[in-house]
């Protein structure tokens, strides 16, 4: 008797854990849009070796800092090297929504990585990027987390379907709230207080802005206290030592130039590390807005209590947390 009141007692235990923990084995499901620059294919990197997600897809926003087909090849070497290739990717349209802002062409990184090897059919050129987000959403049972590092394009044109109801957040590199832009870098005359992400495409950045959908933010207040500084370089390249951690090593190598200028940042892995781990910093709600007009402000963002919409801000972080992160994720 006694043993049967036990085993009904770890019967009943049993049921309330498994109801606790309704699909124990469940994955959360995460959406990246990429301009696929070098730091977003870190971010790349660092989100599919997270055990914990499942990427169902990955678009390109064209408009950015790559072109559609570089960036394609760019996203194929990661997931190649990673042994992900069954990940749909697509890429979005070339031109913002709205105005004639563009990246300067040296920018655009791929001829230096040298990454492409591999030929693209056709069909992956075609803008469809759109139409992957609907078709996943839709199938999905569950909701999304969409980890946004590039221009906003595709992102506005989606939210205009009810399947923007399947989006749970929407994690977003772009913009500077408290300090000063970067698109002024090379001409501190010209709008100096826009981020590059949100000033290619201000009418797109406005429209997911007003739209409702959840938004956690991750301005260059967050990024400008993750630079990569030359001791961290150094020691990321003494933990190169697996295949994938060499290819992210290059990566990096070949941009030694800018890194030793301390011209760069990790813009877009902060935010892949934010949507992971949300204890890498501090975030506030605050009410913002994007300008759209004139051009000296175009694609800024403002605190604006009145007509601004709520928005997570990540502010302070933990910055070796995040380095730590870095370590494990990709370069063990
Ligand atoms: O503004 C930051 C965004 C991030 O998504 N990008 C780089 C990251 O991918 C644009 C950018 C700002 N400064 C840059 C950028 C620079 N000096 N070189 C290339 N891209
Ligand atoms: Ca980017």
């Known amino acids: 008797m006694q043993f049967i009141k036990a085993l009904l007692v770890l019967l009943f235990l049993n049921l309330i854990s498994c109801g606790l923990n309704a699909h124990p084995m469940m994955k959360r499901a995460i959406i990246i849009d990429t301009d696929a620059a070098f730091d977003d294919l870190l971010a790349i990197g660092y989100l599919l070796n997270r055990p914990e997600l499942s990427i169902k897809a990955i678009t390109i926003s064209a408009d950015g800092e790559e072109n559609c087909e570089p960036a394609l090849k760019n996203v194929m070497s990661v997931l190649r090297v990673l042994k992900q290739t069954q990940i749909p990717i697509a890429c979005g349209r070339s031109t913002p929504l709205r105005g004639n802002h563009r990246f300067p062409q040296i920018w655009s990184r791929s001829q230096q990585l ?11 050129l075609n803008p469809n990027a759109v139409a992957l987000l609907k078709k996943i959403l839709k199938v999905s049972k569950e909701t999304v987390d969409i980890i946004a590092l590039g221009p906003v394009t595709n992102l506005a044109e989606l939210i205009k379907s009810p399947v923007r109801n399947k989006i749970h957040m929407v994690y977003l590199m772009g913009g500077a709230v408290h300090v000063p832009g970067n698109v002024s870098n090379k001409n501190p005359n010209y709008n100096n207080l826009a981020e590059w992400n949100l000033y290619l495409d201000p009418y797109a950045a406005d429209l997911l802005f007003s739209s409702r959908v959840p938004i956690t933010l991750v301005p260059l207040d967050a990024t400008n206290q993750v630079p990569f500084s030359l001791r961290f370089y150094q020691t990321l390249k003494s933990h190169a030592k697996t295949v994938s951690a060499k290819f992210f090593y290059q990566l990096i190598h070949q941009n ?4 030793k200028t301390h011209a760069w940042y990790f813009w877009d892995v902060l935010t892949a590390a934010i949507a992971t781990d949300p204890n890498i910093g501090t975030s506030k709600i605050e ?46």
């Open 287 to 332: 009410y913002l807005r994007v300008l759209i007009k004139p051009e000296e402000t175009s694609g800024r963002i403002i605190v604006d209590q009145q007509r601004g919409v709520p928005i997570h801000v990540y502010g302070k972080i933990h910055r070796q947390l995040f380095y730590h992160h870095i370590l494990q994720y990709l370069f063990s």
């Open 114 to 124: 040298n990454l492409h090897s591999q030929s693209i059919s056709s069909r992956a």
């Open 256 to 259: 030694e130039q800018e890194i």
